[in-house]
């Protein structure tokens, strides 16, 4: 009924670019805030970036000027360009949807993640 689908994830050298994308189907994307975030190998998930239904943004420290959150909401879709990846930058990225989620009535919703690789 509600999914989330990412996509764009794989394999690149550093220094590489990818852009991963969101699709929201079921809901209309424009009333949610949201965000990707990732998980490395023996890390806990992480908030890489987010964008709120009015359009403000804000990211990780680690990946400031690096990457750029979007939306289209024509398209319910959000993206994240990542350029000038690292190492570091390793780990599955899923995206979230919410509404409201600190209130009583909120939601939040998960992607199932995209993989991204940064290795030589």
């Known amino acids: 009924q509600v999914q989330l689908v990412e996509s764009g994830g794989g394999s690149v050298q550093p220094g590489g670019s990818l852009r991963l994308s969101c699709v929201l189907a079921?809901?209309?994307?424009?009333?949610?805030?949201m965000g990707w975030y990732r998980q490395a190998p023996g890390k806990q998930r992480e908030l890489v970036a987010r964008?709120?239904?009015?359009?403000?943004?804000n990211y990780a420290d680690s990946v400031k000027g690096r990457f750029t959150i979007s939306r289209d909401n024509a398209k319910n879709t959000v993206y994240l360009q990542m350029n000038s990846l690292k190492p570091e930058d390793t780990a599955v990225y899923y995206c979230?949807?919410?509404?409201?989620?600190?209130?009583?009535?909120?939601?939040?919703?998960w992607g199932r993640g995209t993989r991204v690789t940064v290795s030589s």
């Open positions: 964008i709120t239904s009015g359009g403000s943004t």
């Open positions: 979230n949807a919410s509404f409201r989620a600190n209130v009583e009535g909120g939601v939040a919703y």
């Open positions: 079921g809901r209309r994307l424009s009333i949610y805030d």
